[in-house]
């Protein structure tokens, strides 16, 4: 299995329960964003533009104080006595947010500790602020007995704007370490021995292996049969991206996490083929090691760009057939992956955060969507590029219709495409929309400056959702910006400053 779920992992958890009552998961992780006002909008914090507005309040959202008291009641049908510790918190007045972030997690939790097997494991990414709050909500869920570590994986950091802080400098994160019975999988990890070490064992025997014989029991002790030293609780060996941050593995994603420590974990409390599942998965780390160590997965994220960036990071390191099997391996819910339910999202049967231009533009064309979203006249999104003849950003307007269109729709999108000066307009509708007019009106359009691609790219280009959804793509100049949303953060932000300069 290998499945991507888009939307919030409270869904996602009672339908994997209704489906599997008995437990299904070998192990969990999970790095939700933590309990503090910076990290409400931790995803989006280096990009505080308007588009993304609405995603930040969706995350918000998940953690506010209004909904709390509903899940509350919910908590109570499903375990009276974690219902009475959150409620115990509620009344001795911890911080209002504290109580509505345990909450929040608690349900979630309960329905992880409900889709694990009973020889499953899970592992718990959290920070020292809200770490024992959640522990007593775990010890409630997998039985105090269950516990099995707190593990501290240092951050090593100390250089920085943390250095200046009139304090010991915070350096680590905690990962609480569960299982779900007394019968769980610890494949046991080891550090290797230092060289000084591995020297000792001089002698050889008959059959070539290493030994030595010098200690004080005279048994001999072989080298391929130590193991290394048994790694412990406290992990430091293990750089995070605040250290590492131009390794090639970093894609700019808030508080991604580094794949050594989860396939540290996944080594551990997994075999190959099992089931590896990550309810928070952000840009992926989980599914990549899972990928990586031949496991079965599960992600899900309240992020659909989260979504589109883990398909990109698993693929893009392989040969294209492989990419394209794997690409065909994945499942995913929540995105239209057919006409008939990108037909739904059109006429806004889901309900939700998602639309259908944020779907076209954002996960399909790799564009960013337009600020400020108008019915008519005006344009959905762009994508920037960048002309390298001239040396300059070259920009694709892009407009979605979802309904019935004409002549009229493709001659109101050439104005803008002139008014506003840019260099292409893509013009997205469904095939049973198209009429020979808007194709004429198109052509008519010329093309791109010929002269310096040497490829004939219309100016105008019509394409259909059928055609994006069998993996077509818009004809594009080359030194197109990479499509994703994260690679590049301050590419972004300028992408944006020409935005408010071109589109005022
Ligand atoms: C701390 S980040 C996880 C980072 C991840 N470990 C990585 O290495 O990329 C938390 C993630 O949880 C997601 N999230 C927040 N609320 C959620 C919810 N209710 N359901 C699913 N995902 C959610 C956010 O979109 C964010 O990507």
Redesign the pocket.
Known sequence: MKKLYFG???DVLKELYKEHPQGFIDLIYI???FNSKRDYN??FEDIDLKDVKAQKEA?AD?WSNVSYLDTLEEIKELNLDLYKLLKTLDEINISQSAVSYLTTMAIRIFYMHKVLKETGSFYLHCDPYMSHYLKMVCDFLFGHQNFRREIVWSLNTSSGYKSQAANWIRNHDVILYYTKSNNYTFNKQFYPYKEEYIARFKKVDKDGRRYRDDRTSKEKQYLDETKGIAIGDVWNDIMSFQQASTTKEYMH?P???PEALLERILKTSSNPKELVAD????????ISAAETLKRSWIG????HL?IKLIIDRITKSKPEHRAKKLKEEIEIAGFPRDIASAHELASNVRKGRFGFQEWIVEVMLGGVLNPKLTADGGWDGHIAFEKMAEKKKGIVLIEVKSGNVNVKNIREFIQVVNKREVDLGVFVCFASSITQPMIKEAKQQGHFDESNYGKRIDKIQIITVEDLLDGKEINLPFGLYKKNTFNHVSEKKEEYGIQEEIFK
């Open positions: 919030d992992c409270l790095d939700p964003p931790i995803l995350f998940t994603y508080t991604q996490k309810f928070f998965c952000g840009c992926g780390t989980t899900a994220d309240i992020s989260a």
